[in-house]
């Protein structure tokens, strides 16, 4: 009989999508959520053929270090600011990742945050919660920001910052982005949007979403400069990742009243977050759940699954990943030689 691979899931998944891998690999899946330190991580992608990995799992040189079974890392997430695509490709380990399927909903939940801070749902629910809702309401209690008729402006224009100007036409709202490349004539029609230069999008969006992916040239692109450029009532949120914004000055700034609220999924320390953040009722927080609805979190599990095993050269799409970060290393395997 010939051997099986062996594939590690770094935290719990659905099980029926972890017995289809079973059909295929020997399988050692934790079965509860933990933190793994880098020594904890490099011992268990020693001893396996290919991973699922989580965002709080970071793969990089040290951590594969001496490894030479490993073929496949796939992550559990959209981004991968966690691996290290240089160390894996350099390694020969394939990196796979879960796009589209989560787009629409990530969306979503991007106009949750922006409704939920711009109309204080946050802080009045806690306020409704906690009994104070008493007597009669002030006429002008409990005021908040139109959304509907302003300019939204989209920072990152890929699929989600797409899917997230397309749902503006409802709102009758007029849309603004930047991006890195700008979008075809067709996708700009199509999605209602006009690309704008950085600054000119800070100083006219009436609320920010950031949508971009985190690279170390985009750190803190948001920061107390790019503040000061927004308008007093603006909203900004933050679905994309934490490091991308100055949490400190984003505090400063809406503690002084120069931003009106901000709805924030994404920390720079996670699971830690900011106390100047927490100490303001103008900021709806969430615990990183974007993607987090029922049917999502499921295609993005059986996506991480095939991506496992196609990586591995198994199951029906063998050889053929749907979602490979760095190709290069596919490539290379078909030649015989090193990425
Ligand atoms: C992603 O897929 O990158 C999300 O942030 C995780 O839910």
């Known amino acids: 009989m010939s051997k099986r691979f062996k594939v590690w899931v770094s935290r719990p998944l659905f099980p029926d999508v972890l017995a289809r891998i079973a059909q295929f690999v020997d399988l050692d899946a934790e079965a509860v959520e ?5 020594e ?35 992550n559990l997430a959209v981004g991968y600011n966690n691996l290290d695509i240089e160390a894996l490709t350099r390694a020969g380990v394939l990196a796979c990742n879960t796009p589209e399927v989560l787009n629409e909903t990530t969306a979503d939940y991007a106009w949750a945050l922006l409704l939920a801070a711009a109309r204080r749902v946050g802080a009045a629910e806690r306020w409704v919660r906690a009994g104070q809702w ?18 939204l402006g989209i920072l990152g224009m ?17 849309v603004l982005y930047h991006n890195r490349n700008r979008l075809s004539e067709s996708m700009e029609c199509e999605c209602a949007a006009r690309w704008v230069d950085k600054a000119t999008l800070l100083r006219e969006s009436d609320h920010l979403v950031l949508v971009l992916p985190y690279a170390r040239e ?5 920061g107390a400069a790019e503040l000061a450029l927004m308008k007093p009532s603006a909203v900004l949120v933050n679905i994309a990742r934490g490091g991308l914004l100055d949490e400190a000055a984003l505090a400063a700034a809406l503690r002084e009243g120069r931003l009106a609220a901000a709805g924030l999924d994404v ?14 009722e103008q900021v709806v927080l969430s ?13 993005m599990a059986e996506l991480a699954v095939d991506n496992v095993l ?9 050889g053929r990943p749907p979602a490979p970060i760095n190709p290069r290393v596919l490539a290379a395997r078909r030649l015989g030689s090193k990425a």
């Open 218 to 222: 985009n750190h803190h692109i948001i």
């Open 310 to 318: 196609a990586g591995l050269g198994l199951g029906p799409e063998a």
């Open 34 to 38: 933990r933190v793994h330190s880098p």
């Open 158 to 174: 890929g699929r989600i910052g797409q899917a997230v100007a397309r749902r503006a036409s409802g709102f009758d709202m007029r």
């Open 287 to 299: 615990p990183h759940l974007g993607s987090a609805s029922a049917d999502t979190r499921r295609n």
């Open 134 to 151: 008493r007597g009669a309401m002030r006429f002008d209690d409990w005021l908040g920001v139109d959304v509907h008729g302003k300019t």
């Open 267 to 280: 920390y720079e320390e996670e699971p830690v977050v900011h106390p100047d953040l927490l100490a303001l």
């Open 40 to 74: 904890m991580l490099r011992q268990r992608l020693a001893g396996v053929d290919g991973a699922i990995v989580g965002l709080a799992d970071r793969v990089d040189a040290s951590t594969l270090a001496g490894n030479d079974r490993l073929k496949v890392i796939s």
